[in-house]
C-alpha cells in the first residue's frame, strides 16, 4: 500500500517535496491552528488528520508550547485533548476589560464539596453522599450540579431498590482543567497542605442540606481547580 499523500478533501499531510526542517513547521503550523480555532479540547484523532503519518503529535505539541513561554496564553491538556488557554495571572485582567466574571459558572460551598466528593469517590450514591457528610444531600444540590454540567448518572449500584450513582462528566476536566482524573490532587497532599480534614467532614461540620443560605453568601467564581474548596474555608 503506497504512503497517503492526501486526505479525501486534497490535503497534503505528508509534505515529501519540503525538507523536514520546513515540513515540521507546517505541521506545527497546522496543529497550532486546528487546536486555536476549536471551542474545546482537540483530541489526537482530529490532529492526525493534518499531519503525516509519520508525525510524532507529542513532540509537535511539546515544541509549540515551547514557543508559546512568555505568551499570555499556553497550550494545555485537557479531557483528553488539547485547548489554549489563557494564562491564570491574566485572569484579572480578561475580567477587567470584558465582565466574563458575571457568567461564569458558580458553585455554593456545599456544592463543591459534594462535587468534591463525587470526583474522588465516583461512582457514588446520593445515599453514600450523605453518610460521608453525615447528612442527607439535597437534590437540589445534585439538580444544580447536573444542570452545570459537571456531574451525570452513572451505573446503578448494586444496593437495594438500585439507586443510580453520580460521576463526573467531560465537561467538569474541561471546565477546571484536568485532563483526566488521575489529575486530581492526591487526597492526601491535601491533608497534609490543610486543605482537607476527612474528621471534619464525617463530623457533619459542613452545612451540605442546599437551604436558602447555602445559594447566596457562599457562593464563589468556579474557574480554577483549587475552588473546589472554598477559600474561605481553608482548613476543610
Not at 499570555?72 to 491564570?88: D, F, I, M, N, S
Not at 467538569?172 to 485532563?179: E, P, Q, S
Not at 471534619?200 to 453568601?217: C, H, N, Q
Request: hydrophobic share 40%; glycine share 10%.
Amino acid at each position: 500500500m503506497g504512503r497517503r499523500a492526501k486526505t479525501d478533501a486534497g490535503l497534503d499531510t505528508e509534505l515529501a517535496d519540503l525538507p523536514p526542517e520546513l515540513r515540521w513547521r507546517e505541521w506545527m503550523g497546522r496543529v497550532e491552528a486546528v487546536i486555536f480555532a476549536s471551542p474545546k479540547p482537540v483530541g489526537r484523532d482530529v490532529l492526525a488528520k493534518v499531519v503525516g503519518r509519520d508525525c510524532n503529535l507529542d513532540l509537535i505539541i511539546d515544541d509549540i508550547r515551547d514557543e508559546l513561554r512568555g505568551r499570555p496564553y499556553e497550550l494545555v491538556a485537557v479531557a483528553g485533548g488539547w485547548q489554549h488557554r489563557t494564562q491564570k495571572n491574566f485572569a484579572d485582567a480578561i475580567r477587567t476589560a470584558t465582565g466574563v466574571a458575571d457568567k461564569v459558572r458558580t458553585l455554593s460551598q456545599a456544592e463543591s464539596l459534594v462535587l468534591m466528593c463525587i470526583a474522588y469517590f465516583q461512582p457514588i450514591t446520593r445515599g453514600e453522599l450523605g453518610e460521608v457528610f453525615g447528612k442527607e444531600v439535597s437534590r437540589d444540590t445534585i439538580g444544580h450540579l447536573r444542570g452545570l454540567g459537571f456531574i451525570a448518572a452513572g451505573p446503578r449500584s448494586p444496593q437495594p431498590g438500585a439507586p443510580y450513582t453520580y460521576v463526573t462528566t467531560k465537561a467538569f476536566l474541561v471546565h477546571f482543567g484536568f485532563d483526566t482524573l488521575r489529575d486530581l490532587p492526591d487526597m492526601e497532599a491535601l491533608e497534609d497542605a490543610g486543605l482537607l480534614s476527612k474528621e471534619r467532614l464525617l463530623a457533619g461540620d459542613i452545612p451540605i442540606s442546599g437551604g436558602a443560605e447555602d445559594d447566596t453568601d457562599n457562593r464563589g467564581i468556579v474557574d480554577t481547580p483549587e475552588s473546589l474548596i472554598d477559600e474561605e474555608n481553608s482548613s476543610l
